[in-house]
């Protein structure tokens, strides 16, 4: 059984970087995906590399969804920001409050995303299919599930499309969070975006920075591979297929891929679901 399929990327920081995440690029393609997406640096510390590898993207006659944060901006930046990226032929957002790094004052014109949402809209009207983030298992910065919950619903009443989530390794959160945005009214499309394991140090840091939970059992599993890395991708490709598996059967609308600019281990897990 089908499913569409996104794929997330970062803008590559060295000349080698580009090329090889062209290939990678070219590896993923005849998975057909819906659109390709890629990072934005909060406080617009990577917006060229950005727009350089949306620009890239669309020149392969791919859909491309440039990610947006707000901290800090002004209305005047935004405004530019979306005038060069309508120029550039982009058409899907994925708008975003972002972090900035330590040290940053917070300051802009835009504390929330929500905020963000409704800019974009009352600019630019349906110009963008607008995208926002949500969390299943709950932001690390919210005052409470059901704050962060409201939070959600704000940013869709404001104008979003659809929504991507932070990745996580349970599917009832997921579904959970899903009924609850729908009986308050946040009823668009909610895609899981999908971590493959691959490494067992990169997933504990990136865990730990966004709040994505590591259920103790995989937790410990990895762990116990120590070095072995050909174990720790073993066993992350069998956890990962199980839990795109559970999703599809759940009726989810898409699966977006966090690939890291890798495609092996995507590759494999859609190969496993049947998905090209
Ligand atoms: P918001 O929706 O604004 O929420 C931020 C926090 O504020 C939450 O705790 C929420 O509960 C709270 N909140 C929101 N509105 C209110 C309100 N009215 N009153 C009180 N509290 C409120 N980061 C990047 O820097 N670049 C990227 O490209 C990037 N891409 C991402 C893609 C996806 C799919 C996801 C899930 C995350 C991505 N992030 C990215 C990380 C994201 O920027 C951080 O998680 C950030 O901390 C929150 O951004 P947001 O848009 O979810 O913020």
Redesign the pocket.
């Known amino acids: 059984m089908g499913l569409p399929v996104s794929f ?1 990327f ?1 803008p590559p920081k060295t000349p080698e970087g580009v090329e090889k995440l062209r290939a990678v690029r070219q590896q993923l393609y005849p998975l057909k995906p819906e659109f390709c ?6 406080g617009g510390s990577t917006q060229e590399g ?1 727009f350089n590898t949306v620009r890239d993207i669309l020149a392969e006659s791919v859909p491309a969804a440039s ?3 707000c ?1 800090g901006a002004t209305k005047t930046s935004v405004r530019e920001q979306l005038a060069t990226l309508k120029a550039m032929g982009v058409k899907r957002l ?6 900035l790094p330590s040290g940053y004052g917070a300051g802009g014109e835009f ?6 949402v409704a800019f974009i809209r009352s600019e630019t009207g349906d110009d963008f299919h607008i ?5 299943p298992e ?6 409470s599930p059901e ?2 919950l ?3 619903v ?2 869709v009443r404001a104008g979003a499309h659809s ?5 996580f390794y349970n599917s009832d959160a997921y579904f959970r969070f899903v009924d609850d945005a729908y009986k308050l009214g946040a009823d668009v499309p909610v895609v899981p ?1 999908i971590m493959p394991i691959t490494s067992s140090t990169q997933l504990m840091r990136f865990s730990d920075a ?1 709040g994505a939970e590591i259920p103790r059992w995989i937790r410990l599993r990895l762990q116990a591979f120590g070095d072995d890395t050909a174990s720790i991708k073993a066993f992350g490709l069998d956890v990962v297929t199980d839990l795109c598996d559970q999703l599809r059967n759940g009726g989810v609308p898409a699966l ?1 891929f966090y690939t890291m600019n890798q495609s092996v281990a995507t590759l494999e897990i859609a190969n496993r679901l049947q998905l090209s």
């Open positions: 997330e970062f997406s890629v990072t934005y640096g909060a950005t990610h947006f944060s901290i994925v708008a975003l409050r972002g972090d504390h929330y995303a929500s905020d963000l995208e926002v983030a949500a969390y709950v932001h690390p910065q919210a005052k704050s962060d409201q939070a959600y704000t940013k929504a991507i989530t932070q990745y975006g966004s977006h």
